[in-house]
């Protein structure tokens, strides 16, 4: 096995029995089970959902994606070793941390790999639901601007860069792109208000008003979960984000859940409290990855002007990266999450071959 072997940058081609399409994101693709195939684990398994309830599962890839792009390094190494194990593993852990301190539920049922989950069927709120803790970031480039209105929220004059907030901010965005909300943007990714969210609140995803304080008390309440977790490591929980979406439970009522993945690299930035408190910034995410492209090419505004996407990807394409850089993600990646659940994460020398056999042996999944 050679490294690039040992990493799953496809995973949209497991022969896991369907019969709709496989949806496919930047990191994570998507099998929507039959009915007969959901009705029969729910049945068997034991799962806490109705049990009319669609499942699907979910596998995690180990491609990294930044400014929208995937990349890739030399030697056909087209994603990070270790990266999804990891990114599970860390998830895992804070929505089993979430349940301890009886917050939410996740949309996560089963765990059959460390690259996969079983999942059910939820309805997505239409928002990213992102909470800051340090100025910093496109924040900071904002504010050093002369910027001090953030989502609606005023910030007060003589902010540092990288300096601690009084309090946690939500500084939402758009998830998709939705048209005719006034004041809204007609973008993906554009920040919006409370007042915005409670004008369309419907438009946005809820089901009800008084959902809009439940979503803003989950994403508190699980920052805080996370945040506190992470300072026992000495590891500081800058920013975040966090998806929430609907669900029914097992007497069919509507329940509001946390989604996708949790304080991860991928989705927070995470520093280094000793370095910090020193005056220096160690990152333990995806951001050191993209500052190193930022730094890397000669043109950084190809990678921050959504203006140039045409010529961001070709860059992507056209670019193999150092392996180098990749070994040097996989060691940021392993070592938060080893750090977070407090153990080795052994790796698999042929984890599509692995998915393949569990999901046959133990789910009966696979098309034959």
Sequence with gaps: MTLATQVLAVNDDLPIRTDLPVHSGKVRSVYWLTAADSARLIRDKGYAVA??????????????????????????????????????????????????????????????????WIVQKARPVKIEAIARQYITGSMWRAYSKGEREFCGIRLPEGLQKDQQLEDILITPSTKGILTGLDGVPEADDVNISRADIERHSTAFGFEQASDIDLYEKLLKQGFAVISDALAKLDQIFVDTKFEFGYVKDTQGQSKLIYMDEVGTPDSSRIWDGASWRNGNIV??????????????????????????????????????????????????????????????????????????????????????
């Design 51 to 116: 049990a009319d309830t669609p499942l699907a599962i979910m596998v995690i890839s180990d491609r990294i994606s930044a400014f929208d792009c995937i990349w890739h390094a030399e030697h056909g190494l087209n994603g990070v070793p270790g990266k999804g194990a990891a990114l599970n593993a860390i998830s895992n852990h804070w929505f089993s941390l979430f349940k301890q301190h009886g917050l939410a539920d996740s949309h996560i049922l089963d765990i059959p790999h460390p690259l996969v």
């Design 283 to 368: 990152e333990q995410s995806k951001e050191g990855f993209r500052q190193w492209l930022l730094n890397h090419f000669p043109e950084p505004d190809i990678l921050l002007n959504k203006d140039r996407m045409p010529e961001r990807a070709a860059l992507a394409c056209d670019n193999a990266l150092p392996t180098e850089v990749m070994m040097d993600i996989s060691r940021t990646y392993l070592g938060i999450a080893e750090k977070v659940i407090g153990k080795k994460i052994e790796l698999s020398a042929n984890p599509k071959a692995e998915i393949i056999a569990v999901l046959d042996k133990h789910y009966d999944l696979i098309a034959k």
